[in-house]
């Protein structure tokens, strides 16, 4: 295909998530199986442009002045991609599959200067109801936090140490460009492609398949590091999931003590086994969505007590930018309920002076240092831990100003952001209990 025929793909795709409210990777996939003549370059391209759009929708709708699909494709197209207006307009006259001719408007608003003047959601790519939420977290940096969360991530990848060491990882992976992340010891950070590049494509390597390597964000690989687990200790996981964080634990572990993963979505958890087996880990026990019972049998004697709390993902935005625009109200107070709930689950596990770490990848105050105060509030013996010594036992070096998050007279956690830490965005309180 020609970029002609790409960029009416893309609005296609558009076009159908406006109708179907799906996720834009299911309705990406779905162009891909009717249109088979389409190749993975093809795809890949598409893909990029209809994220692309998402990733900017509200800076390039003010731009262009309509919201519409083919202005959003097209602003992407010239705008983000850095394609010469003359290229477009020479596209469209002659690629038959590609959209209509460019209108006075539309030529105006792609050669102009941008949305000066625009107010501050819009300069950030947020929805409009959340301007609030972020400016609290951020204050002034509001709109270069949100500028953050509007990029292309990275693929980044942690070395697994039960089998390999990040320079193995690196000479391994040496074709695809590798460099060792700036803050995780572990990490390994595949740069984001431009325009029509595909990701690389890193499950397919050999190191993968033997489970030198898992694909993980740097954010999270120092989450788990913050967690401050050590070798013999007794663990849970109590938000499992796909197993990320879980495998993290244990390498840092060196496989000793127990690590017990449970997630009360079994569909979650179902991922976990192979991944596990895999990268070699011995010492994690799977509890399964139904076995509660083994669950409760944990409670009082965990030194650690991981809270991956479920959230709104407002820090995955650069990886899935077609769900800032459909978060709502009402699925955050869902959000905050489930993290009050499944704080009071974990809550009784923790042994007396055992630690209760609570992280999520959102950056909202209402699901992070909210939940927070609030918890600790209604647990008199839990005591947020100093976040300078928090980094320092983690990884052996001073905590950045920029990566402290007030918790509202309880001192200092931990928040990551794009624009700050060049991470996904995680929030990382620890607090331990009275011994």
Same mark, same amino acid.
């Given at each position: 295909m020609?970029?002609?025929?790409?960029?009416?793909a893309a609005?296609?795709?558009?076009?159908?998530l406006?109708?179907e409210?799906?996720?834009a990777? &299911?309705v990406?996939? &779905?162009?891909g199986n009717?249109h088979?003549f389409?190749?993975?370059?093809?795809?890949?391209?598409?893909?990029?442009?209809?994220?692309?759009?998402?990733?900017?929708r509200?800076?390039?709708?003010?731009?262009?002045?309509s919201e519409?699909?083919? +202005?959003?494709v097209l602003a992407?197209?010239?705008?983000?991609w850095?394609v010469?207006?003359?290229?477009?307009?020479?596209?469209?006259?002659?690629d038959?599959?590609?959209?209509?001719?460019?209108?006075?408007?539309?030529r105006?608003a792609?050669?102009?200067?941008?949305p000066?003047g625009?107010?501050p959601h819009?300069?950030?790519?947020i929805?409009?109801?959340?301007?609030?939420?972020?400016?609290?977290?951020?204050?002034?940096?509001l709109v270069?936090? =949100?500028?953050g969360?509007?990029a292309? +991530?990275?693929?980044?990848l942690r070395?697994n140490?039960?089998?390999?060491s990040r320079d193995?990882?690196l000479?391994?992976?040496?074709?695809?460009a590798?460099?060792?992340?700036?803050?995780?010891?572990?990490? !390994?950070r595949?740069?984001?492609?431009?325009g029509p590049?595909?990701?690389?494509?890193?499950?397919a390597?050999?190191?993968y398949?033997?489970?030198?390597f898992?694909?993980?964000?740097? =954010?999270?690989?120092? +989450?788990?590091?913050?967690?401050?687990a050590?070798?013999?200790?007794?663990?849970? &996981?109590v938000?499992?999931?796909?197993?990320?964080k879980?495998?993290?634990?244990?390498a840092?572990?060196a496989?000793?003590?127990?690590?017990h993963?449970?997630?009360?979505?079994?569909?979650?958890?179902?991922?976990?086994?192979?991944?596990l087996?895999?990268?070699g880990?011995r010492n994690?026990?799977?509890?399964?969505a139904?076995?509660?019972?083994?669950?409760?049998?944990l409670?009082?004697r965990?030194?650690l007590?991981?809270?991956?709390a479920?959230?709104?993902g407002?820090?995955?935005?650069?990886?899935?930018p &077609?769900?800032?625009?459909?978060?709502s109200?009402?699925q955050l107070?869902?959000r !905050?309920?489930d993290?009050?709930?499944v704080?009071?689950l974990?809550?009784?596990?923790v042994?007396p =002076?055992g630690?209760l770490?609570y992280?999520t990848?959102?950056?909202?105050p209402?699901?992070n240092e909210?939940r927070?105060?609030e918890?600790?509030?209604?647990?008199?013996?839990?005591?947020?831990?100093?976040?300078d010594a928090?980094?320092?036992?983690?990884?052996g070096?001073?905590?950045?100003? +920029?990566?402290?998050a007030?918790v509202?007279g309880?001192?200092?956690?931990?928040?990551l952001?794009?624009?700050?830490?060049?991470?996904d965005g995680?929030?990382?309180?620890?607090?331990r209990r009275?011994?």
């Amino acid at each position: 295909m020609r970029d002609g025929g790409r960029i009416e793909a893309a609005i296609e795709v558009l076009e159908r998530l406006e109708r179907e409210h799906r996720p834009a990777t &299911d309705v990406l996939r &779905d162009w891909g199986n009717a249109h088979r003549f389409a190749g993975s370059g093809d795809r890949a391209a598409i893909g990029n442009l209809v994220h692309d759009a998402l990733r900017c929708r509200a800076s390039l709708a003010w731009r262009m002045g309509s919201e519409s699909p083919r +202005a959003l494709v097209l602003a992407a197209y010239v705008v983000l991609w850095r394609v010469p207006l003359e290229r477009l307009e020479t596209l469209l006259a002659e690629d038959r599959h590609a959209p209509a001719p460019l209108g006075e408007a539309e030529r105006a608003a792609l050669a102009g200067e941008g949305p000066a003047g625009a107010p501050p959601h819009v300069l950030a790519d947020i929805p409009e109801w959340l301007e609030p939420s972020f400016s609290r977290a951020f204050g002034p940096r509001l709109v270069e936090e =949100g500028r953050g969360l509007a990029a292309r +991530a990275p693929v980044d990848l942690r070395a697994n140490t039960l089998k390999s060491s990040r320079d193995k990882v690196l000479a391994a992976l040496a074709r695809f460009a590798p460099a060792p992340t700036t803050l995780s010891p572990l990490g !390994i950070r595949l740069a984001p492609g431009e325009g029509p590049a595909r990701a690389p494509q890193v499950q397919a390597e050999p190191g993968y398949q033997k489970g030198w390597f898992e694909i993980q964000d740097e =954010g999270s690989q120092l +989450a788990a590091l913050l967690a401050g687990a050590t070798a013999g200790e007794q663990v849970a &996981d109590v938000c499992a999931g796909g197993g990320g964080k879980t495998l993290a634990l244990s390498a840092i572990m060196a496989n000793k003590g127990q690590i017990h993963a449970f997630d009360a979505d079994r569909n979650r958890l179902a991922g976990i086994f192979e991944r596990l087996d895999r990268a070699g880990t011995r010492n994690v026990q799977v509890i399964a969505a139904n076995e509660r019972d083994r669950l409760d049998a944990l409670d009082g004697r965990m030194d650690l007590v991981l809270v991956d709390a479920p959230c709104t993902g407002t820090g995955t935005w650069r990886r899935r930018p &077609d769900a800032k625009w459909r978060l709502s109200q009402a699925q955050l107070e869902q959000r !905050i309920a489930d993290q009050n709930e499944v704080l009071a689950l974990a809550e009784p596990k923790v042994k007396p =002076g055992g630690r209760l770490v609570y992280v999520t990848c959102s950056l909202l105050p209402e699901e992070n240092e909210d939940r927070v105060a609030e918890f600790l509030a209604g647990h008199p013996d839990f005591a947020l831990a100093d976040a300078d010594a928090v980094w320092r036992a983690g990884l052996g070096n001073d905590l950045p100003e +920029a990566f402290r998050a007030p918790v509202a007279g309880l001192g200092n956690a931990i928040r990551l952001t794009p624009a700050s830490a060049g991470t996904d965005g995680f929030f990382v309180a620890v607090m331990r209990r009275a011994a």
